[in-house]
């Protein structure tokens, strides 16, 4: 069994997070309400002046299926995800459901942890800041072999980024790759 598909050593801390919980609940809301108000037309008694009494019943059920049938949609896109890393002596591990990955320590030279920041006021050209694990990798394909968990940066640089949901995790990982390999951290 090769190295990148063995599992990461016993006893590793694992750090966890969910995605897409909020988008999922959303849209669990729209279908819920539009599809209510798709089933039930006649519920909702418009008054004398207004325009919605010309409407007929099987145009506003129709109307408002369509809009549950959006978020039925929107709820299939985002399942929430269970994400897991675990950081030991050889990389930095990721599970995602049926995805996963490692990423050596042998395939980057430098990580840092970016908190998140908003734009400057009064500055057109400044960009807010997510929280991310800020990669620099060794060679150039990097994003390329792990494309299900970085992105390369915008500005073209050689860095790449691990976006994650919240600071909490940033700081976790950077601890735990600080803890294994207090080198690479700078």
């Known amino acids: 069994m090769s190295e990148k598909t063995s599992s990461p050593e016993p006893g ?14 959303g849209g669990l809301a729209l279908f819920v309400f539009f599809g209510l108000v798709a089933l039930f037309p006649e519920a909702g008694h418009p008054s004398a002046s207004s325009r919605a009494k010309d409407l007929s019943p099987t145009a506003v059920s129709f109307l408002f299926g369509a809009l549950a049938l959006s978020g039925l949609f929107v709820m299939i ?22 995805k996963s990955d ?3 320590w042998d395939e980057v030279r430098a990580v840092r942890g970016q908190e998140p920041r908003p734009p400057v006021k009064g500055d057109p050209n400044s ?7 800020v990669f620099t990798p060794v060679d150039s394909g990097f994003a390329n072999r792990h494309g299900a968990l970085v992105k390369p940066r915008p ?22 790759i600080t803890r294994v390999r207090p080198d690479l951290i700078h």
């Not at 995800?81 to 995602?96: K, N, Q, Y």
């Open 12 to 25: 590793a801390p694992v750090i966890e997070y969910r995605s897409g919980r909020w988008l999922f609940l």
């Open 77 to 98: 896109g985002s399942v929430p995800r269970r994400h897991r890393f675990v950081v030991d002596a050889r990389g930095l591990w990721w599970w995602a459901g049926r």
């Open 102 to 104: 490692l990423i050596a």
């Open 127 to 133: 960009k807010s800041l997510l929280p991310a694990l």
């Open 155 to 176: 500005d073209a640089g050689p860095e790449v980024d691990l976006k994650l949901p919240n600071s909490t995790t940033v700081r976790q990982l950077t601890q735990e």
